[in-house]
């Protein structure tokens, strides 16, 4: 049987700012097929900040699930080892730029690479959501958006926040106007994107009226072509 390979990208919302609300989180547990499944949630991007660590236990303690954290910012256990013991994996968001440069120099980024291939779930939020694609729009320099270099699990490039912070849609249109970019994967907060074997599989809103799509131009237009979507109660 083959391998399937599932990436979760969520544009905003979650635990981070309903603890305990699980809809989402529900649902990338539930794709693992398993009863109990585990799930490491990593907190890189906001140098392992406790409250966030909160957050994450009151709402998966309340789900089917063996609940555990990995910190980088302590004293670093056998990443190999919790890695692969692992059936989701869940990033926070936070600082993109600051986050991979640390788990680059723990060589973690290679072993999510391995663990992904051998099928364990990757999700997360903002950060968590562009890590896994070519490129992602980010806000980890003060400046203004830029467009980093990520994972490279899937190709494209994807901004999260799409339609909760004013400075998103003005540089999407920005970068495709400029032809920078033939397309990009953009997501609501309250949306995620469901991607499996490297393939677009879905959008799935977990709030009112919330999307992920496919954004281009014609020179004229911006074009946001809506993926096909799962509403989950």
Request: charged share 25%; hydrophobic share 35%.
């Amino acid at each position: 049987m083959a391998i399937e390979r599932n990436i979760i990208a969520i544009g905003g919302g979650g635990f981070g700012r309903n603890p305990g609300e699980g809809i989402i989180e529900e649902y990338i547990l539930k794709q693992t097929r398993k009863k109990k499944p585990n799930i490491c949630f990593i907190p890189t991007a906001t140098g392992d900040h406790d409250s966030y660590k909160v957050n994450y236990y009151e709402t998966f303690s309340n789900l089917s699930c063996n609940p555990t954290h990995l910190d980088l910012f302590k004293r670093t256990p056998d990443l190999e080892k919790i890695i692969a013991q692992q059936d989701v994996i869940f990033v926070g968001g936070g600082n993109t730029k600051s986050m991979l440069a640390v788990w680059k120099d723990w060589r973690l980024d290679k072993i999510l690479k391995k663990a992904y291939q051998s099928g364990v779930i990757m999700s997360g939020v903002s950060a968590g959501a562009i890590c896994w694609f070519q490129n992602g729009i980010t806000d980890s320099w003060s400046s203004s958006l830029k467009v980093m270099s990520c994972l490279k699990f899937v190709k494209g490039t994807c901004c999260p926040h799409y339609d909760e912070e004013p400075e998103r849609k003005p540089t999407v249109k920005k970068l495709l106007v400029a032809k920078k970019y033939k397309n990009i994967y953009a997501i609501d907060g309250g949306a995620a994107l469901h991607i499996k074997n490297e393939s677009i599989f879905k959008s799935i809103s977990f709030k009112l009226n919330k999307n992920a799509y496919e954004v281009s131009t014609d020179q004229k237009n911006i074009i946001e072509k809506s993926f096909r979507k799962v509403i989950l109660n």
